[in-house]
């Protein structure tokens, strides 16, 4: 808790750590999958979703004992399939900047030296669209904009794709509730359509990538 007039005006409780990692433990597989996305509607200042990163990162690590290019590469990827959104500013920023001291503190400890200031721009950068101000029950920025998200997907080992898809579609659109996301079996899948596509690019260079939307 913050201030009981916070919880007043926006019902803000923070769920404790212990609980975190009860509820977390019940989807261990899943927090242990660099490419598994997880979404926190309400993801205050970030304590369900920077357990989902620490955890995440110790598969990176299990994966590349002593190679550091293969490391940041990997938690790149971590960070790219963990979202949330909050009302609240103050909370987006401190949760942005949670997560992207949590990978500091990794590789420090890791390699003992610090982050390149060239991946350290790139993880802020997704931060910045991974993790959103606004409310996910109208599904609108503090803009009053559609919520916005960039799925990260790699090409080439080396290289990220980035498509944007707006949250009320991915929610709302009808065909969901019969079709799946996924098939093995060659059945329609859904497919939500895209709002921005982006060539592919270096994952450390996510944010030069910003103003090439390739449909325009």
């Known amino acids: 808790m913050k201030s009981r007039q916070r919880i007043i005006d926006h019902g803000e409780v923070f769920t404790p750590p212990e609980l975190v990692n009860d509820m977390l433990d019940l989807v261990a597989h899943e927090c242990e999958r660099i490419e598994s996305r997880f979404l926190e509607p309400a993801c205050g200042d970030g304590n369900f979703v920077s357990e989902v990163l620490r955890r995440k990162l110790l598969t ?114 009808a065909h969901i509730a019969n079709l799946p996301l996924f098939s093995d079996s060659g059945n329609d899948v859904f497919l939500p359509t895209s709002v921005g596509a982006f060539p592919p690019c270096h994952y450390l260079k996510v944010h030069e990538a910003e103003q090439l939307d390739e449909r325009t």
Not at 76 to 99: F, H, K, M, T, W
Not at 145 to 168: C, Q
């Open 60 to 173: 990176v690590d299990a994966r590349n004992k002593s190679n550091r290019v293969k490391w940041e590469r990997d938690a790149v990827l971590a960070v790219c399939s963990i979202y949330g959104i909050d009302l609240l500013p103050d909370n987006v920023e401190i949760c942005r900047q949670r997560l992207l001291q949590i990978v500091q503190d990794r590789y420090q400890e890791r390699f003992s030296e610090s982050l390149s200031a060239e991946a350290e721009t790139a993880f802020s950068f997704i931060l910045s669209r991974n993790i959103v101000q606004g409310d996910a029950l109208n599904m609108r920025t503090s803009e009053d904009r559609p919520i916005v998200f960039s799925e990260w997907s790699p090409v080439n080992g080396t290289m990220l794709k980035r498509h944007d898809f707006a949250y009320d579609q991915l929610l709302n659109e």
